[in-house]
């Protein structure tokens, strides 16, 4: 079964640090990994997303994200926060099918100036 | 596109009344879930439609909890009767396409608070 495992509940950087959130995935054939972001009292909203090819994807707001067979990772980066990142960041894994993504349960980004 | 839109945004109900939440997927969707989301249980999948047809609604907490979705574009989430512990925020989400490559677009969901 799929499952995704997000380590940390949450995290606080500094304003203008570096970033990495933790995704752990467990799925049996290559994943369709997905990192989501929910700004307080908003919806999910796709920050990007792996399907094969290049391991390192880019998306927006100036994330990217790296995926890595061997880890069963895909872990999100930001060279440089900014307030405005703070926010509940989500990591999901999709299947075969037309079965729901598979989601992780979330971590908290605070940021201090 | 508008996107998954969702109504009511906010809902306040006494405990035992019906309440019914609505959406409306992005149009040529064909994948449409609900799900509730609270602070103790994070995100859950409550059920989900391919093609308007229920797939799973394993998710769903309890009877009280019913979901239709008449048509492509539309679908319901009631509750009935409502209780306190039902208070979260539900949100629509719908997918286009027929394989796990596909995101999920979610809508701005429903808070709702049951007193």
């Known amino acids: 079964a799929q499952s995704v495992t997000q380590p940390d509940i949450h995290i606080t950087v500094s304003e203008g640090a570096s970033l990495e959130l933790r995704c752990n995935y467990s799925?049996?054939?290559?994943?369709?990994l997905f990192w989501y972001v929910q700004s307080p009292g908003q919806g999910l909203q796709l920050l990007l997303k792996?399907?094969?090819?290049?391991?390192l994807v880019q998306g927006i707001k100036g994330f990217e994200a790296e995926f890595k067979r061997s880890q069963s990772s895909f872990n999100l980066r930001k060279p440089s926060v900014h307030w405005s990142d703070a926010a509940e960041y989500f990591c999901?894994?999709?299947?075969?099918?037309?079965?729901?993504?598979?989601f992780g349960k979330g971590t908290r980004l605070s940021v201090i100036a | 596109d508008a996107g998954v839109i969702q109504s009511p945004r906010h809902e306040v109900t006494e405990m035992g009344q019906e309440v019914t939440l609505r959406c409306k997927p992005i149009?040529?969707?064909?994948?449409l879930f609900w799900y509730r989301q609270t602070m103790m249980r994070g995100l859950e999948l409550l059920i989900y439609?391919?093609?308007?047809?229920?797939?799973?609604d394993s998710g769903m907490p309890e009877d009280r909890f019913s979901a239709k979705m008449p048509n492509a574009s539309f679908s319901t989430l009631k509750i009935q009767p409502s209780e306190p512990r039902d208070s979260a925020v539900y949100f629509c989400?719908?997918?286009?396409?027929?394989?796990?490559?596909?995101?999920?677009?979610f809508g701005p969901g429903t808070r709702l608070t049951v007193t």
């Open positions: 799925y049996g054939a290559t994943p369709y």
């Open positions: 999901a894994v999709g299947g075969t099918g037309n079965t729901p993504l598979v």
């Open positions: 792996y399907f094969s090819g290049d391991t």
């Open positions: 149009s040529g969707h064909n994948s």
């Open positions: 439609f391919n093609n308007n047809v229920p797939i799973d």
């Open positions: 989400a719908s997918r286009g396409g027929t394989s796990g490559n596909h995101e999920q677009y």
